[in-house]
């Protein structure tokens, strides 16, 4: 749907997949509306065009759906269960019915009064089905309601007065199951809505005053005490304080925040009080960006759904064929007439198709919702049913597989003065701002070097560095430049080689033209990388690939330590987008697994392409169909096995929504098929849905 002119709304009261449909049909044809699309797992409205809110809340009074503003604040009123008209109706329903038994099956029947009872809950039960049913009818519009309404009008008129009345008690109840289902689905999308405050202390003026996030500016600084959540996007201005980013990463760990660090806003802040300076406005938050996508990717219909859609649409006029045909054809060969109407009217409700049309979209819901709630966010039910299907995994080696930034490893010494050569290198390295020079100066800070002074720093090009310190000239630099400065002993060269082929940058140490000794620097594998690569294995990836520009050496060293089945190195940017298209036609499905950034060709050209560090980087965001929230490669395995659980779950609730059905329908042979067994065919398949597709809430990393 285009994005301009586009105008949203909340939906609320909005349980059932068919009503979505037939409230999205209703808003189509308004006069003024040009494209409209209702987002059933977000229960969002969204239309090109024009429409007033009176006309819809028209549009939905069928079904008594309630239209509100998207920046309508306050929760949605909880009604209580027994609280509810429809469920209340049901109630009144059932003690009618129990009512009607009791008359038909004492000791002196009173059939009349029986009957009057049956009648009367069949009318308290389903006035509002009938009503709808009706209108549908006159349209030739044949949904679940009208199914219903042809079924329970013609029980009655062929006196089954107390099938009748069943049928409407369990109809209420399967409905009840289906709302149930979804609120429980969308439970993921409220938390996530609830997670950032609405209101913030703000420093405006040398004052304090609490506003609303709203109202909050960028460049203003909020003032977060201990145990407080974070209102807005921003920076650590002052202070220092443990934050907990679980709801936004699905970081378990709380992470360390200072000036200058990057925070959320919905996060925790644990220990000390923060001043946070805003870097964006309340709707462009990480979460609000978040939410937003997790609610479009509930409304992009994964490709099971549109085939159950389809087949839907062909499903319903068979089975009203089907009933017609079992009512007259029989009786015509001799049959009776009584016995082959009530089996066609028991055909229509089992043809009922909410079962089948609920058993994608509750699963897709529930599995987005619980891949968010765990740092993941899936942005489309395409891409989740393709990450099941999932043969191959690509990995970009830097700042995926390794940390993104050299280590010093080793460090090697001739003779005794280890302290001193190393603050005497850590002083030239400190003049450098070469990536590797910065290692180096972390490294003797970490090992408690004395802090000394260069005079007169040189760099050279090609070669390395080098400054006087204490009186001495002191060069750090290739084994190439070292070997023309000083004699470099053959045991050291020898090291120099084995450190090098596993993939380290290795650098010389002379001082006054003595050599000294050997620094290897690298970017280290995560510490997760190989048991990561353990559970693809078994949950299934038998092809793990590492694509990078790195040296042959250092990426067959780096594959060979995280487990990678197969590592392809010195790759351009393009040289990946095809490596990706080869590995497609190898191993059929490919996912690509990079920084959204540097890797976008490749992400973009794989089967599903897959971001790491999603929180706060909006390329990521954008580019990627899947994104790790959190810098952790452990979502990685989760979001396999969540996907392929969910392919799997998909797949039985069609079988039991069908195979149900049929089981039923196979009943008419013997003439066993009753109403009261095609309803409980319904709802049966229903719960047995709703129930299978719960279980995906209960994966977790």
């Known amino acids: 749907m285009t994005t301009a002119n586009k105008t949203e709304y909340r939906l609320e009261n909005l349980s059932c997949a068919n009503c979505a449909m037939k409230f999205e049909n209703n808003v189509k044809n308004l006069p003024k509306v040009v494209e409209a699309n209702v987002n059933f797992g977000a229960s969002k409205l969204s239309f090109v065009g024009d429409a007033t809110m009176e006309e819809l809340q028209s549009a939905g009074a069928f079904d008594g759906i309630k239209v509100v503003p998207l920046s309508k604040k306050e929760p949605e009123q909880k009604t209580p269960f027994f609280k509810r008209k429809e469920n209340i109706v049901s109630l009144l329903s059932f003690l009618f019915l129990i009512a009607g038994v009791f008359f038909t099956y004492k000791a002196q029947p009173l059939p009349t009064v029986a009957t009057i009872l049956y009648a009367t809950a069949i009318i308290v039960g389903g006035a509002g089905m009938f009503k709808t049913g009706i209108q549908n009818l ?67 003026n040398d004052e304090l005053v609490e506003l609303r996030t709203e109202d909050i500016r960028i460049g203003d600084v909020l003032i977060v005490k ?47 009080a923060l001043e946070v ?8 938050t990480t979460i609000a960006k978040i939410i937003h996508l997790v609610e479009d990717a509930q409304a ?48 229509l409700v089992v043809g009922c198709p909410c079962a089948l049309v609920i058993s994608t979209p509750v699963a897709i819901v529930t599995s987005i919702g619980n891949a968010a709630r765990n740092g993941v966010l899936i942005k489309g039910g395409v891409h989740l049913e393709e990450m099941g299907r999932i043969h191959a995994i690509a990995f970009d080696k830097t700042g995926t597989l390794t940390k993104g930034y050299p280590e010093v490893t080793d460090f090697i010494i001739e003779g005794t003065k280890r302290e001193h ?15 590797l020079a910065k290692a180096i100066v972390k490294y003797a800070k970490e090992m408690g070097a004395k802090r000394k002074v260069a005079e007169n720093f040189q760099s050279v090009t090609g070669k390395g560095a080098y400054a006087v310190v204490d009186g001495e000239a002191t060069y750090i630099g290739s084994i190439q430049w070292a070997s023309e400065l000083s004699n470099i002993p053959a045991v050291m060269k020898d090291k120099a080689e084995d450190l090098q082929k596993e993939g380290k940058s290795v650098m010389a140490v002379v001082v006054d033209e003595t050599f000294r000794g050997l620094i290897a620097v690298t970017d280290p594998l995560r510490a997760e990388s190989l048991e990561v690569m353990n559970r693809l294995k078994q949950v299934g990836i038998r092809h793990t690939v590492m694509l990078t520009g790195d040296s042959q050496h250092t990426a067959e060293a780096i594959a060979k330590q995280a487990g990678l089945t197969d590592v392809r190195a010195g790759l351009m940017p393009e040289d990946k987008l095809t490596a990706i298209k080869e590995m497609s036609g190898k191993y059929d499905k490919v996912a690509m697994v990079g920084d959204g950034i540097n890797d976008a060709p490749a992400l973009a050209t794989a089967n599903v392409g897959i971001a790491m560090g999603g929180a706060g ?85």
């Open 138 to 204: 006159f349209k030739l519009d044949f949904d679940m309601k009208t199914l219903m309404t042809i079924a329970i009008i013609g029980a009655a008129i062929i006196g089954e007065w107390q099938e009748g009345a069943v049928v409407v008690f369990l109809f209420a109840v399967s409905e009840a199951l289906e709302a149930y289902s979804m609120n429980k689905a969308r439970q993921s999308i409220r938390q996530l809505m609830d997670i950032a405050p609405s209101s913030a202390i703000v420093k405006r």
């Open 226 to 272: 201990p145990g407080q959540k974070i209102a807005m996007d921003g920076v650590v201005l002052s202070g220092q304080s443990t934050v907990n980013q679980a709801p936004i990463t699905g970081e378990s760990v709380p992470v360390f925040k200072q000036k200058d660090d990057e925070v959320f806003a919905g996060t925790l802040n644990e220990e000390g």
């Open 277 to 284: 300076t805003v870097t964006k406005l309340s709707g462009d």
């Open 300 to 347: 992009e219909k994964a490709p099971s759904q549109k085939f159950v859609d389809k087949f839907a649409k062909y499903y319903t006029p068979a089975i009203i064929a089907i009933a017609f045909l079992v009512a007259v054809i029989p009786p015509l060969f001799g049959g009776e007439w009584h016995e082959w109407i009530y089996q066609g009217l028991a055909v």
């Open 421 to 435: 050569t190393l603050s005497a290198v850590a002083a030239v390295e400190s003049m450098s701002q070469h990536p």
């Open 617 to 701: 980087t909006d390329t990521a965001l954008e580019t990627a169909d899947i994104a790790l929230m959190a810098d952790d490669l452990h979502q990685l395995p989760y979001t396999m096995k969540l996907s392929r659980k969910t392919l799997r779950i998909i797949k039985e609730n069609i079988m039991f929504a069908l195979g149900l059905k049929i089981v039923a329908l196979l009943l008419i042979i013997p003439g066993w098929l009753t109403l009261w067994i095609a309803i409980f065919a319904d709802m049966g398949a229903t719960l047995l849905v709703v129930l299978n597709s719960m279980r995906l809430i209960r994966i977790r990393k």
